[in-house]
Protein backbone atom coordinates (compact mmCIF):
# COMPACT_ATOMS: atom_id res chain seq x y z
CA UNK A 1 0.00 0.00 0.00
CA UNK A 2 1.56 3.49 -0.65
CA UNK A 3 1.78 6.17 1.98
CA UNK A 4 -0.32 9.02 1.89
CA UNK A 5 -0.25 12.47 3.22
CA UNK A 6 -2.54 12.37 6.80
CA UNK A 7 -3.50 15.61 6.09
CA UNK A 8 -5.22 15.37 3.13
CA UNK A 9 -8.70 14.76 3.23
CA UNK A 10 -8.93 13.63 -0.78
CA UNK A 11 -6.62 11.10 -0.19
CA UNK A 12 -8.37 9.92 3.18
CA UNK A 13 -11.50 9.69 0.71
CA UNK A 14 -9.27 7.81 -1.47
CA UNK A 15 -7.90 5.29 1.16
CA UNK A 16 -10.74 3.40 1.30
CA UNK A 17 -11.58 1.92 -2.04
CA UNK A 18 -7.59 1.34 -2.18
CA UNK A 19 -7.69 -0.72 1.15
CA UNK A 20 -11.20 -2.52 0.10
CA UNK A 21 -9.42 -3.34 -2.89
CA UNK A 22 -6.01 -4.55 -0.83
CA UNK A 23 -8.36 -6.26 1.83
CA UNK A 24 -10.12 -8.17 -0.94
CA UNK A 25 -7.12 -9.09 -2.99
CA UNK A 26 -5.27 -10.50 0.23
CA UNK A 27 -2.45 -7.50 -0.08
CA UNK A 28 0.61 -7.30 2.38
CA UNK A 29 -0.22 -3.98 4.62
CA UNK A 30 -3.64 -3.98 3.86
CA UNK A 31 -5.43 -4.79 7.54
CA UNK A 32 -8.84 -6.44 7.27
CA UNK A 33 -9.59 -5.63 11.32
CA UNK A 34 -9.26 -1.61 10.39
CA UNK A 35 -11.30 -1.33 7.08
CA UNK A 36 -14.09 -3.70 9.31
CA UNK A 37 -14.21 -0.75 11.90
CA UNK A 38 -13.80 2.10 9.79
CA UNK A 39 -16.55 0.85 7.51
CA UNK A 40 -18.76 0.04 10.51
CA UNK A 41 -18.20 3.23 12.68
CA UNK A 42 -19.33 5.08 9.28
CA UNK A 43 -22.03 3.03 8.54
CA UNK A 44 -23.39 3.69 11.80
CA UNK A 45 -26.88 1.67 13.11
CA UNK A 46 -28.37 2.91 10.23
CA UNK A 47 -26.23 1.32 8.02
CA UNK A 48 -25.65 4.75 6.48
CA UNK A 49 -28.57 6.51 5.82
CA UNK A 50 -27.13 9.77 6.72
CA UNK A 51 -24.76 9.27 3.47
CA UNK A 52 -25.10 9.41 -0.11
CA UNK A 53 -25.77 6.64 -2.02
CA UNK A 54 -22.44 6.16 -3.16
CA UNK A 55 -20.75 6.46 -0.75
CA UNK A 56 -23.10 3.75 1.43
CA UNK A 57 -22.49 1.91 -1.52
CA UNK A 58 -18.80 2.13 -0.74
CA UNK A 59 -18.94 1.03 3.03
CA UNK A 60 -21.14 -1.47 2.84
CA UNK A 61 -19.12 -3.31 0.07
CA UNK A 62 -15.94 -2.94 2.69
CA UNK A 63 -17.76 -3.99 5.36
CA UNK A 64 -18.95 -6.92 3.40
CA UNK A 65 -15.66 -7.59 2.14
CA UNK A 66 -13.69 -7.41 5.65
CA UNK A 67 -16.24 -9.47 7.43
CA UNK A 68 -15.38 -12.01 5.08
CA UNK A 69 -11.65 -11.54 4.87
CA UNK A 70 -11.54 -12.20 8.38
CA UNK A 71 -13.81 -15.24 8.60
CA UNK A 72 -16.47 -13.23 10.42
CA UNK A 73 -20.45 -14.18 9.51
CA UNK A 74 -21.95 -11.53 6.95
CA UNK A 75 -24.98 -10.66 8.34
CA UNK A 76 -27.80 -10.73 5.74
CA UNK A 77 -28.88 -7.26 6.61
CA UNK A 78 -26.17 -6.32 4.92
CA UNK A 79 -26.37 -7.79 1.68
CA UNK A 80 -29.20 -6.62 1.25
CA UNK A 81 -28.88 -2.61 1.97
CA UNK A 82 -26.37 -2.98 -0.50
CA UNK A 83 -28.40 -4.50 -3.18
CA UNK A 84 -31.00 -1.96 -2.32
CA UNK A 85 -28.67 0.66 -3.85
CA UNK A 86 -28.52 -0.83 -7.18
CA UNK A 87 -29.90 0.64 -10.46
CA UNK A 88 -32.38 -1.38 -12.41
CA UNK A 89 -29.45 -1.84 -15.23
CA UNK A 90 -26.93 -3.42 -12.29
CA UNK A 91 -25.36 -0.27 -11.63
CA UNK A 92 -24.62 1.52 -8.65
CA UNK A 93 -25.26 5.31 -8.79
CA UNK A 94 -24.42 5.24 -12.38
CA UNK A 95 -20.22 5.05 -11.61
CA UNK A 96 -18.44 1.96 -12.24
CA UNK A 97 -15.88 2.35 -9.85
CA UNK A 98 -18.48 2.04 -6.90
CA UNK A 99 -20.00 -0.65 -8.94
CA UNK A 100 -17.05 -2.83 -9.40
CA UNK A 101 -16.17 -2.52 -5.17
CA UNK A 102 -20.62 -4.12 -4.60
CA UNK A 103 -19.36 -6.59 -7.38
CA UNK A 104 -16.44 -7.62 -5.29
CA UNK A 105 -18.12 -8.03 -2.39
CA UNK A 106 -21.44 -9.57 -4.07
CA UNK A 107 -19.40 -12.13 -5.71
CA UNK A 108 -18.14 -12.89 -2.33
CA UNK A 109 -20.84 -13.57 -0.56
CA UNK A 110 -23.56 -13.94 -2.44
CA UNK A 111 -22.54 -15.51 -5.75
CA UNK A 112 -26.02 -16.58 -7.28
CA UNK A 113 -27.89 -13.69 -6.45
CA UNK A 114 -29.72 -11.52 -9.23
CA UNK A 115 -28.37 -8.62 -7.82
CA UNK A 116 -24.82 -10.05 -8.50
CA UNK A 117 -25.52 -11.38 -12.27
CA UNK A 118 -26.52 -8.05 -12.94
CA UNK A 119 -23.94 -5.89 -11.33
CA UNK A 120 -21.23 -8.27 -13.42
CA UNK A 121 -23.23 -7.94 -16.39
CA UNK A 122 -23.19 -4.30 -16.12
CA UNK A 123 -19.34 -3.98 -15.58
CA UNK A 124 -19.13 -6.46 -18.85
CA UNK A 125 -21.71 -4.46 -21.14
CA UNK A 126 -19.88 -0.56 -20.23
CA UNK A 127 -16.21 -1.76 -20.56
CA UNK A 128 -14.95 -0.62 -23.89
CA UNK A 129 -13.06 -1.76 -26.81
CA UNK A 130 -9.46 -1.20 -25.23
CA UNK A 131 -10.21 -2.98 -22.18
CA UNK A 132 -11.02 0.05 -19.94
CA UNK A 133 -13.69 2.06 -18.11
CA UNK A 134 -15.14 5.53 -18.12
CA UNK A 135 -15.95 7.57 -15.77
CA UNK A 136 -19.47 8.90 -15.84
CA UNK A 137 -21.09 11.15 -18.09
CA UNK A 138 -22.73 14.06 -16.20
CA UNK A 139 -25.14 14.82 -18.84
CA UNK A 140 -27.31 17.15 -17.24
CA UNK A 141 -24.79 18.94 -15.77
CA UNK A 142 -23.10 19.47 -19.66
CA UNK A 143 -26.50 20.83 -20.74
CA UNK A 144 -27.10 23.04 -18.34
CA UNK A 145 -23.52 24.45 -18.54
CA UNK A 146 -23.59 24.86 -22.40
CA UNK A 147 -26.52 26.62 -22.27
CA UNK A 148 -25.82 28.99 -19.59
CA UNK A 149 -22.36 29.64 -21.29
CA UNK A 150 -23.92 29.41 -25.37
CA UNK A 151 -26.99 31.05 -24.82
CA UNK A 152 -27.36 34.84 -26.36
CA UNK A 153 -25.48 33.26 -29.55
CA UNK A 154 -28.35 33.13 -32.23
CA UNK A 155 -27.51 29.58 -33.70
CA UNK A 156 -27.17 28.29 -31.06
CA UNK A 157 -30.25 29.56 -29.21
CA UNK A 158 -32.15 28.70 -33.08
CA UNK A 159 -30.54 24.72 -33.18
CA UNK A 160 -29.76 23.22 -29.75
CA UNK A 161 -30.92 25.34 -27.00
CA UNK A 162 -34.87 24.33 -27.30
CA UNK A 163 -34.65 20.51 -27.00
CA UNK A 164 -31.85 21.21 -24.25
CA UNK A 165 -34.16 22.96 -22.12
CA UNK A 166 -36.77 20.46 -22.87
CA UNK A 167 -34.55 17.75 -21.37
CA UNK A 168 -33.18 19.55 -18.51
CA UNK A 169 -36.76 20.41 -17.15
CA UNK A 170 -38.01 16.60 -18.24
CA UNK A 171 -34.35 15.27 -15.81
CA UNK A 172 -36.22 16.83 -12.55
CA UNK A 173 -36.61 14.77 -9.74
CA UNK A 174 -39.67 14.26 -7.85
CA UNK A 175 -37.75 15.90 -5.21
CA UNK A 176 -37.43 19.45 -6.93
CA UNK A 177 -34.18 19.28 -7.60
CA UNK A 178 -31.60 17.57 -10.23
CA UNK A 179 -28.84 15.26 -10.21
CA UNK A 180 -25.58 15.01 -12.93
CA UNK A 181 -26.26 11.97 -14.29
CA UNK A 182 -30.02 11.42 -15.81
CA UNK A 183 -31.33 7.93 -16.03
CA UNK A 184 -30.64 8.58 -19.60
CA UNK A 185 -27.48 7.73 -18.56
CA UNK A 186 -27.63 4.99 -16.38
CA UNK A 187 -30.01 3.24 -13.54
CA UNK A 188 -31.75 5.89 -12.13
CA UNK A 189 -29.09 8.35 -12.18
CA UNK A 190 -27.75 10.42 -9.83
CA UNK A 191 -29.43 11.62 -6.79
CA UNK A 192 -30.19 15.27 -6.42
CA UNK A 193 -27.24 17.66 -5.59
CA UNK A 194 -27.10 21.89 -5.06
CA UNK A 195 -24.66 21.95 -7.40
CA UNK A 196 -26.19 20.78 -9.75
CA UNK A 197 -29.85 21.55 -9.18
CA UNK A 198 -28.44 25.78 -8.99
CA UNK A 199 -26.56 25.32 -12.10
CA UNK A 200 -30.03 24.07 -14.21
CA UNK A 201 -32.22 26.62 -12.66
CA UNK A 202 -29.36 29.23 -14.17
CA UNK A 203 -29.98 27.41 -17.46
CA UNK A 204 -33.39 27.47 -17.27
CA UNK A 205 -33.71 31.35 -16.03
CA UNK A 206 -36.65 33.55 -17.98
CA UNK A 207 -37.84 30.32 -19.97
CA UNK A 208 -40.95 28.30 -20.17
CA UNK A 209 -39.24 25.44 -19.06
CA UNK A 210 -38.70 27.06 -15.85
CA UNK A 211 -42.16 28.33 -15.25
CA UNK A 212 -43.22 24.58 -15.14
CA UNK A 213 -40.73 23.49 -12.91
CA UNK A 214 -40.61 26.45 -10.45
CA UNK A 215 -43.34 24.74 -8.13
CA UNK A 216 -41.05 22.45 -6.99
CA UNK A 217 -37.85 24.21 -6.75
CA UNK A 218 -39.00 26.26 -3.90
CA UNK A 219 -39.60 23.09 -1.88
CA UNK A 220 -36.29 21.10 -2.69
CA UNK A 221 -34.14 25.12 -1.77
CA UNK A 222 -35.91 25.57 1.82
CA UNK A 223 -35.67 21.20 2.54
CA UNK A 224 -32.38 21.62 2.02
CA UNK A 225 -31.46 24.64 3.35
CA UNK A 226 -29.02 24.50 6.76
CA UNK A 227 -29.70 26.86 9.34
CA UNK A 228 -26.95 29.28 8.11
CA UNK A 229 -29.25 29.33 4.95
CA UNK A 230 -26.77 27.50 3.23
CA UNK A 231 -26.76 24.08 0.64
CA UNK A 232 -24.61 21.30 1.25
CA UNK A 233 -23.54 19.96 -2.25
CA UNK A 234 -24.58 16.38 -1.25
CA UNK A 235 -27.63 15.26 1.10
CA UNK A 236 -24.79 13.68 3.45
CA UNK A 237 -23.73 14.35 7.29
CA UNK A 238 -20.34 13.85 5.81
CA UNK A 239 -20.68 16.71 3.01
CA UNK A 240 -18.98 20.01 3.80
CA UNK A 241 -20.40 23.60 2.24
CA UNK A 242 -18.29 24.61 -1.43
CA UNK A 243 -18.73 28.06 -2.22
CA UNK A 244 -19.70 27.78 -5.78
CA UNK A 245 -22.32 25.60 -4.76
CA UNK A 246 -23.90 28.13 -2.70
CA UNK A 247 -23.15 30.88 -5.37
CA UNK A 248 -25.21 28.40 -8.12
CA UNK A 249 -27.99 27.76 -5.75
CA UNK A 250 -28.31 31.54 -4.69
CA UNK A 251 -28.50 32.51 -8.33
CA UNK A 252 -30.60 30.35 -9.13
CA UNK A 253 -33.41 30.92 -6.66
CA UNK A 254 -33.38 34.30 -7.28
CA UNK A 255 -34.35 33.84 -10.80
CA UNK A 256 -36.97 31.40 -9.67
CA UNK A 257 -38.09 31.54 -6.35
CA UNK A 258 -37.14 35.12 -5.02
CA UNK A 259 -40.11 35.13 -2.44
CA UNK A 260 -40.48 32.31 -1.53
CA UNK A 261 -36.80 30.88 -0.20
CA UNK A 262 -34.53 33.39 1.73
CA UNK A 263 -30.90 33.88 0.52
CA UNK A 264 -29.63 36.95 1.57
CA UNK A 265 -28.01 34.99 4.38
CA UNK A 266 -26.65 33.13 1.70
CA UNK A 267 -25.20 36.24 -0.26
CA UNK A 268 -23.73 37.18 2.76
CA UNK A 269 -21.87 34.22 4.05
CA UNK A 270 -20.16 34.62 0.36
CA UNK A 271 -19.11 38.04 1.20
CA UNK A 272 -17.63 37.14 4.80
CA UNK A 273 -15.80 33.82 2.83
CA UNK A 274 -13.93 36.44 0.80
CA UNK A 275 -12.81 38.63 3.44
CA UNK A 276 -11.86 36.23 5.74
CA UNK A 277 -9.50 34.47 3.08
CA UNK A 278 -9.31 37.75 0.29
CA UNK A 279 -10.51 35.03 -2.28
CA UNK A 280 -13.13 32.44 -3.24
CA UNK A 281 -12.46 28.96 -3.87
CA UNK A 282 -14.79 25.81 -5.66
CA UNK A 283 -14.83 22.12 -5.47
CA UNK A 284 -15.32 21.27 -9.13
CA UNK A 285 -12.79 23.05 -11.49
CA UNK A 286 -9.48 23.78 -11.04
CA UNK A 287 -9.02 27.20 -12.67
CA UNK A 288 -8.34 30.17 -11.02
CA UNK A 289 -10.68 31.94 -12.52
CA UNK A 290 -14.09 29.89 -12.08
CA UNK A 291 -14.97 30.92 -8.50
CA UNK A 292 -14.62 34.55 -9.25
CA UNK A 293 -16.74 33.86 -12.53
CA UNK A 294 -19.48 32.11 -10.80
CA UNK A 295 -19.77 33.71 -7.36
CA UNK A 296 -19.16 37.43 -9.13
CA UNK A 297 -22.65 37.44 -10.43
CA UNK A 298 -24.33 36.26 -6.86
CA UNK A 299 -22.25 39.26 -4.86
CA UNK A 300 -22.16 42.06 -7.83
CA UNK A 301 -19.08 42.13 -10.48
CA UNK A 302 -18.72 45.88 -9.02
CA UNK A 303 -18.38 44.89 -5.10
CA UNK A 304 -14.64 44.86 -3.93
CA UNK A 305 -14.29 41.37 -4.02
CA UNK A 306 -14.74 40.53 -7.50
CA UNK A 307 -12.86 43.29 -8.88
CA UNK A 308 -10.16 42.44 -6.05
CA UNK A 309 -10.48 38.50 -8.15
CA UNK A 310 -10.07 40.42 -11.20
CA UNK A 311 -6.88 41.88 -10.20
CA UNK A 312 -5.25 38.77 -8.76
CA UNK A 313 -6.04 37.00 -12.39
CA UNK A 314 -4.42 39.99 -14.74
CA UNK A 315 -1.48 40.26 -12.93
CA UNK A 316 -0.95 35.97 -13.72
CA UNK A 317 -1.28 36.02 -17.54
CA UNK A 318 1.17 34.72 -19.31
CA UNK A 319 3.34 35.66 -22.10
CA UNK A 320 1.49 33.94 -24.56
CA UNK A 321 -1.55 35.17 -23.52
CA UNK A 322 -3.79 32.76 -21.11
CA UNK A 323 -3.73 31.70 -18.24
CA UNK A 324 -2.76 28.41 -16.79
CA UNK A 325 -5.23 25.72 -15.40
CA UNK A 326 -3.93 25.60 -11.70
CA UNK A 327 -0.62 27.40 -10.34
CA UNK A 328 2.57 25.49 -11.80
CA UNK A 329 0.76 23.92 -15.02
CA UNK A 330 2.99 23.15 -17.24
CA UNK A 331 1.81 25.27 -20.01
CA UNK A 332 -1.66 27.97 -20.72
CA UNK A 333 -4.92 26.61 -20.70
CA UNK A 334 -7.98 27.78 -22.88
CA UNK A 335 -10.79 27.39 -20.70
CA UNK A 336 -8.42 28.77 -17.52
CA UNK A 337 -7.79 31.51 -20.25
CA UNK A 338 -11.72 32.26 -21.16
CA UNK A 339 -12.95 32.16 -17.29
CA UNK A 340 -10.20 34.31 -16.41
CA UNK A 341 -11.26 36.62 -19.47
CA UNK A 342 -15.45 36.56 -18.49
CA UNK A 343 -14.45 37.93 -15.24
CA UNK A 344 -11.94 40.57 -16.53
CA UNK A 345 -14.67 42.00 -18.88
CA UNK A 346 -17.74 41.81 -16.85
CA UNK A 347 -15.97 43.52 -14.13
CA UNK A 348 -14.67 46.30 -16.39
CA UNK A 349 -11.35 46.26 -14.63
CA UNK A 350 -8.94 44.49 -17.59
CA UNK A 351 -6.89 46.52 -19.92
CA UNK A 352 -7.85 46.17 -23.95
CA UNK A 353 -4.51 45.07 -24.45
CA UNK A 354 -5.05 42.33 -21.73
CA UNK A 355 -8.01 40.96 -23.53
CA UNK A 356 -6.66 41.17 -27.33
CA UNK A 357 -3.73 38.96 -26.14
CA UNK A 358 -6.26 36.60 -24.43
CA UNK A 359 -8.66 36.82 -27.81
CA UNK A 360 -5.60 36.19 -29.88
CA UNK A 361 -4.51 33.20 -27.33
CA UNK A 362 -8.16 31.35 -27.85
CA UNK A 363 -8.11 31.87 -31.31
CA UNK A 364 -4.50 30.49 -31.87
CA UNK A 365 -5.15 27.32 -29.84
CA UNK A 366 -8.60 26.37 -31.16
CA UNK A 367 -8.41 22.87 -33.15
CA UNK A 368 -9.89 22.33 -36.93
CA UNK A 369 -12.89 20.92 -35.52
CA UNK A 370 -13.84 23.83 -33.51
CA UNK A 371 -12.62 22.93 -30.17
CA UNK A 372 -9.72 23.33 -27.78
CA UNK A 373 -7.12 21.16 -26.72
CA UNK A 374 -6.72 21.02 -22.76
CA UNK A 375 -3.13 20.95 -21.45
CA UNK A 376 -3.63 19.39 -18.29
CA UNK A 377 -6.59 17.24 -16.20
CA UNK A 378 -8.76 20.28 -14.46
CA UNK A 379 -11.30 18.61 -12.13
CA UNK A 380 -10.83 17.53 -8.68
CA UNK A 381 -13.93 16.42 -6.29
CA UNK A 382 -15.85 16.22 -5.06
CA UNK A 383 -13.79 12.95 -4.57
CA UNK A 384 -10.15 12.83 -5.27
CA UNK A 385 -9.61 12.72 -9.07
CA UNK A 386 -8.04 14.57 -11.59
CA UNK A 387 -9.77 14.37 -14.71
CA UNK A 388 -11.76 16.35 -17.57
CA UNK A 389 -14.77 16.36 -19.44
CA UNK A 390 -14.07 18.04 -23.23
CA UNK A 391 -17.57 19.24 -23.39
CA UNK A 392 -17.33 21.44 -20.17
CA UNK A 393 -14.18 22.92 -20.76
CA UNK A 394 -15.58 23.27 -24.20
CA UNK A 395 -18.39 25.36 -23.03
CA UNK A 396 -16.41 27.54 -20.61
CA UNK A 397 -14.05 28.58 -23.55
CA UNK A 398 -17.17 29.55 -25.64
CA UNK A 399 -18.36 31.66 -23.02
CA UNK A 400 -15.02 33.69 -22.63
CA UNK A 401 -14.46 34.09 -26.34
CA UNK A 402 -18.21 35.19 -26.61
CA UNK A 403 -17.19 37.65 -23.81
CA UNK A 404 -14.09 38.94 -25.28
CA UNK A 405 -15.48 39.54 -28.84
CA UNK A 406 -16.92 42.79 -28.48
CA UNK A 407 -13.77 43.95 -26.70
CA UNK A 408 -11.85 43.22 -29.30
CA UNK A 409 -13.38 44.14 -32.16
CA UNK A 410 -13.77 47.42 -30.23
CA UNK A 411 -9.91 47.46 -29.68
CA UNK A 412 -9.13 46.97 -33.23
CA UNK A 413 -11.33 49.35 -34.59
CA UNK A 414 -10.06 52.36 -32.56
CA UNK A 415 -6.28 51.14 -33.54
CA UNK A 416 -7.39 51.62 -36.87
CA UNK A 417 -9.34 54.75 -37.08
CA UNK A 418 -7.54 57.76 -38.66
Not at 25 to 35: E, K, Q, R, T, V
Not at 295 to 309: H, K, L, N, Q, Y
Request: proline share 6%.
Amino acid sequence: MPLFPRDSAAHRRRLLLLQTLGVAAGAPGCSPYDLLDHATKALGRGHGTALTGWHRAQFLSAAIIARDAVGLPVDESLVAALAAEQAPDGSYHAMPLVTAMACLALTRVAPGRPATHRCTTRLLADQHADGTWRFTTFDVWDTGLMVRCLRGHSAFDTIARPAALDFLADAQSPQGGWGSVSSAIAGRGLDCDADTTGNTLLALAGTEQGRRVRPAVAVYARENQDRRGLWTTWRSARDTVAQDTVAHMVGGVRAHAPDEVDVARAARWLHQQHRGASRWTADWYVFPGYPAAEISPVVGWSTAAARTEAGALAATQNRDGGWPAFPGASGSSPAATALAATVLVRSRTSTPQVLVRAARFLVDTQLDDGTWDEPDPFMSGPRPFLTDVLAQAHALTCRGLMDLLPHTTAARTSRSAP
